[in-house]
Structure formats: structure tokens, C-alpha cells
DNA sequence: TTAATAGTGTCTCTTAGACACTATTAT
DNA sequence: ATAATAGTGTCTAAGAGACACTATTAA
């Protein structure tokens, strides 16, 4: 709960400056598929600690504002993208000392994108510039990340790669990182992406294709250069669910 | 990250009282299994709001406290174990209102704990006692629970006790309910107790001893009543592990 | 001998994964 | 014709789940 009963706890009457408190930030894992390669979302810092490292987005929750409004917020503070996103928590850093100014608890969150080249209505959609700061934002492969990371942000996106690729096997978390329609070749692809490993094209279709309300074929098809048109499809539900 | 390089949120000088702060708790959810049912601790609370309610323990994160030895330090204080506990982050809950007084985020925790009538050392092992507070403390069959729980503390238990299912078949969580040494029986009835169902005694037995790096014979066998003695096993780990 | 729990094997079905060729298009 | 990608089926091995009887003990 919030308090239990411990007399110290007793929040009736409560003065909001009788006890020290710590700061709360959300901080955001932004990931999406491009160049058939995974990119995570960094910033870079301006003031130390850290100053010129590479961080997460992130930023303080505001009084009246929920979590993952607040990790909306921010992340659209750093790619102007509020639709699409797929955001979900992660978990939250407390470690006393994580931050070597004041005591954090961070509640970070993952975030997948449909990649910015995959002709989305809005030219940039996903693309990093600066938002409301002058902050250099860039989209990073992750498996070239810059040395060093700020605070224990490495960490945080390393739990966010391993959750991503688990959900991966048990979800259509996939939904949220390709456009509306899209070609066969081009969901495995973001798999391969992700996974980092290849996998074999005729067992992914077959699995895809018959796993339950998870795909439906349009009437249309992708050309695209000098080979054969491929048949696109849609997810069924927009949203990610779970597959039995 | 703890700021991004927003000019306001930079943190080099910070004053602690220029920003508002919301509250930061713990609460947890802790599991035993006693009498083939699977029971959740509560506490009820004394003062308003929800007076009289039953709601999970938790209470203040201090300022130099990491967040799972804060949930740490609550569960004891109304359980009085701090061994054999085995204790994982679950979710953060932070919308505004959801604790009428003032904002409060709380990091919810899981706790495990063996069946309290396992014969370990020191008999009130897992007997909840009041801590050290004068509150009601007891453990409630999570298919009995109490009319409402304070908060929202009902959704809490709810993602608490899905997860717990979850895992319970891709990992060995169950070493946590267990005591040191048990018959596959035993093992069996904590599974059939958490996931609310009757397993196949065959096929159970089967796929436990089949796992790599599960289980060990022990030397010794438990004779009960008047009926064949059960070989007695214990984990390969002491930690749940993931199974393959 | 009875009541109570421990312990054991087979068959079927589904799923995962290895593996190679034909189809269609633009140039 | 060639280069490039789309699209397709079979076999095997492993795992999940249905299913019923014998073994050992205390009373």
C-alpha cells in the first residue's frame, strides 16, 4: 500500500515537508528497426554529471501526471511522435547513489516505433530533432553503442533488449515497430532484427501464418524492384497481444 | 535517464525544495502456501483513509534505502522473517489520486515466502505477529480475501498473483515455498495450490525429474502415515532459476 | 485386510526445426 | 537470360497431455 498503520506512517494531517523525499523520474528505452538493424533512442547530456555522455531520454514526473503520461511526454519531447508508440513499463532503478547528486528512482520505460522510413503519414515519424531542447538526440544501433553511457543507463537498455526479445516469442509485440501493411519478408526481417540471428523463412511463415488471429492477408501487394510482388499484410489487432 | 538536458531540468546546484515531490512507498505482496490454499498477507489498517480496510504492507522508502531492502524492512516488520525470502519487483503504481491524500508512487514487490508449517527453525516461521506495530496482520486464502482492499490494492494482488502463475512454469519459484527438503508430492500440491488446478501426477513427476539441473534425490525419505514413505528431494539451487 | 499415499510407462498429437526448389518480376 | 526476392512441403525429433495399475506402509 502507501502507508500501512505504523504510527511514523500515519499520513493524516500530513505535512509534505516533514519528510525528505526522493526525486522520481521516468526514463524511456526507444527502440525501432532501421536499415534492418535495432536502434535505441539517446540524448546527449549538456550539464554534468555525465556532461557530453550519451543518456536515455528521460525526465521528472510531475505532480498530477501518470507514469507513462510522463514517459509519453518525454519521448515525444526528443522525436515529436506521440501516435504509434508503444510504450510499456519496465521496471524502476532505486539504487541510492545511481545518481550522484540527489537520490532517483527512475521508472524506466520501453518504447517501440515503426521505423522512420516506413512511409508513414509525417515524413519524420521517428525521427529524432532536438524537440522543446537543444539536445543532440540520434538514434544509435545497439550493436554500436557509444562507449559509455551516463548514470546506469546501460543497464536499463540492456533489460530492455532482453525484454524485447523475449516478448517477441510469446507476443505480437512486433505490431508496434512495423507499419499498417506490410510484406512477410518484412516482418521476418524486423524478427532477424531484433533476435540478431537469421531464421528460416519457410518455418517463420508457416508459424506466423498459422498462429491465430494474428494476421490477416490484404488485397494488396508490395513491388518493389526486379523480382516478384510480395503480398501484404496486416496485424489483426493493432494493439500487441498475447499468443497462446 | 534521472534529467534529460532540458534547461529546467538541470540538476547541478539543485535546491530540494524548488520542485514538488511526489511520496515514494513499497508495498508487497507476499505469498505462502499453508493448507493446500494459497494465502496473501494483509494488514488492516487503523487510521483513514480505508480505516478498518485490509490493504498490503508497505510503508516510506527512506532516503538511503535500496527499493527491494525497503520491501524487505516492511515484510519483516509484520512478518518477522527476513531469511529465506525470496523478493522481486513487480510494477510501479503512480496514478495520481490513487491515495486520496497526496501523490503516491508506490514500487510493488512480490514476496515468497515458505509455508509457515514446514518445520523450520524457529517455529513462527512465515507467522505473521503484529511487527512492530500494533496492526492486524494475518494471511488471507487469496480465493477468501476480505470484501475491498484499500487503495488499489486488489490490482496489485491481481498482477502479483499472475505473475507468480506465470513464472511457476518457466522457472523454479516454487524452491521459495518450499521448505529445504519435500516428496514430489509436496511439490506437486504447491503447483495444484498456485495454479488452481489438479495436475497429472504422472506427467508432473515426469517433466520435474526430466529438467536439467532441477531437482536431487536426498538420501533420506519422509514416513508420514499409514502409507509408503516419499523419497525426499531438494532443489539444485537454492534461487529460482529459469528452466529451459 | 484395509486405507492411504508413493511410484511407474505408453501412446498420441502437436510443435520446432532442418532442409531446396519453383514463381514472378524488371532490366 | 539474369538477378533478385516471393512463395511453398516434408520429415524428424522432442515435448505435452491422456490414461490405470502396482508398491509400501500403519493400523
Do not use: C
Not at 529524432?128 to 551516463?150: K, R, Y
Not at 507476443?171 to 537469421?198: D, G, H, K, N
Amino acid at each position: 500500500m502507501d502507508t500501512n498503520t505504523v504510527l511514523g506512517d500515519d499520513l493524516t494531517g500530513y505535512d509534505p515537508a516533514a519528510f525528505e523525499r526522493p526525486s522520481v523520474t521516468v526514463d524511456v528505452v526507444a527502440f525501432t528497426a532501421k536499415n534492418d538493424r535495432l536502434h535505441v533512442l539517446l540524448v546527449r547530456r549538456g550539464v554534468a554529471p555525465f556532461a557530453g555522455a550519451w543518456a536515455l531520454p528521460g525526465g521528472f514526473v510531475k505532480m498530477d501526471e501518470d507514469l507513462d503520461d510522463a514517459a509519453r511526454r518525454e519521448l515525444s519531447e526528443e522525436t515529436g511522435l506521440t501516435a504509434n508508440v508503444h510504450l510499456e513499463q519496465l521496471y524502476t532503478f532505486g539504487k541510492p547513489g545511481r545518481d550522484p547528486r540527489t537520490r532517483v528512482i527512475s521508472v524506466a520505460h520501453m518504447a517501440l516505433l515503426p521505423a522512420p522510413d516506413s512511409g508513414l503519414p509525417g515524413a519524420l515519424a521517428g525521427e529524432p530533432h532536438g524537440g522543446t531542447d537543444a539536445a543532440e538526440a540520434a538514434w544509435w544501433p545497439v550493436d554500436t553503442l557509444p562507449p559509455a553511457l551516463a548514470f546506469d543507463h546501460a543497464a536499463i537498455l540492456a533489460l530492455a533488449l532482453s525484454r524485447l526479445r523475449a516478448k517477441l516469442g510469446y507476443t505480437s509485440v512486433a505490431v508496434a515497430l512495423l507499419p499498417p501493411e506490410f510484406t512477410l519478408s518484412e516482418l521476418q526481417r524486423t524478427y532477424e532484427t531484433i533476435l540478431a540471428r537469421p531464421l528460416d523463412k519457410r518455418n517463420f511463415r508457416k508459424k506466423m501464418l498459422a498462429a491465430e488471429g494474428l494476421l490477416e492477408a490484404t488485397p494488396r501487394q508490395k513491388r518493389d524492384g526486379a523480382h516478384r510482388p510480395a503480398q501484404l499484410f496486416r496485424f489483426t489487432n493493432r494493439e500487441p497481444v498475447f499468443l497462446g
